[in-house]
């Protein structure tokens, strides 16, 4: 079972690698041409086209057999309809790159399920919340775990280590937690994998705990009945797209969209399709 499971990680690794290396290489033709004059939504639009970054994942973007999925890359075609302009997508999974490319003007939008705090709207703009969402301890279950009971309380985390991605939202929320508890938590951040990849090793017993949203943990629950998903690590968030604070304009004209977008039919499709 394990084998199998360790194949599976593998294989998704190797496909992750495919994409990046297709997007990648459009992302950095496409990126010779980027201005470096302010780029507001009278620029965007004259220019023809919207540079967006988004992530690896099933809720970014994704393979499915031979064509490409996610939310974000469905809403993101839905903007280029409604608004009639090219968008060039880029494949990046950090968030501090995805920010210091909005920065550095790389990117016009980051694209992403974003946990919006004080500290990250000092510097950047938000779009209004897209989706609420909270993250969640990811372990094994009693029957998976040498009958070990799951962890249900946040002081039971005191001395345990938990892996989670690089540059993860996660890793500020476990040392504020680290701090309530008054005691260590243990975090490794890993420079190798992604979220999901990491919530396969917990399934596999290759690491023992991960930190992941909630709607990501309960699609990944349905494929691997070994993970426990019940210990809530964060509240409620509201979870937005990023942009540069001198795009006012930009975001005015997105929060406009998003309002009309978000009470369609076709948005209650793409939300059910991936939630």
């Known amino acids: 079972m394990q084998s199998r499971k360790r194949l599976h990680l593998y294989l998704l690794l190797l496909v992750a690698a495919v994409v990046v290396m297709i997007l990648l290489r459009t992302g950095m033709k496409t990126s010779r041409n980027i201005l470096s004059a302010p780029r507001d939504y009278n620029e965007i639009i004259a220019s023809g086209e919207l540079n967006v970054v988004t992530d690896y994942n099933s809720i970014g973007l994704y393979v499915s057999g031979d064509s490409l999925q996610g ?35 790389r990117y016009d939008l980051v694209a992403r399920n974003i946990p919006v705090n004080i500290q990250l709207k000092d510097t950047f703009a938000f779009t209004n919340p897209i989706t ?87 699609r990944l629950a349905k494929v691997l009945p070994e993970i426990d998903i019940e210990t809530d690590i964060s509240f409620t968030q509201l979870e937005s797209w990023a942009l540069r604070k001198d795009s006012p304009v930009l975001l005015d004209s997105l929060n406009r969209w998003l309002d009309r977008f978000k009470a369609t039919a076709t948005f209650r499709q793409i939300y059910r399709k991936y939630y």
Request: charged content about 25%; proline content about 2%; glycine content about 4%.
């Open 71 to 105: 939310f974000q890359r469905e809403m993101i075609l839905a903007l280029e309809k409604e608004w009639g302009i090219k968008v060039n997508l880029f494949l990046e999974n950090s968030l501090d790159e995805n920010l210091e490319g909005l920065q550095t003007m």
């Open 132 to 218: 609420l969402n909270k993250q969640v301890l990811v372990q094994r279950k009693q029957e998976y775990n040498d009958s070990l009971e799951p962890i249900r309380q946040h002081l039971d985390l005191a001395g345990k280590t938990i892996h989670v991605a690089g540059e993860s939202p996660a890793i500020l929320r476990l040392k504020n937690l680290s701090h309530e508890i008054g005691d260590t938590i243990f975090i490794v951040e890993d420079t190798t994998y992604e979220t999901e990849q990491l919530v396969i090793m917990v399934a596999s017993g290759d690491i023992d705990f991960t930190v992941c949203d909630e709607k990501m943990a309960m």
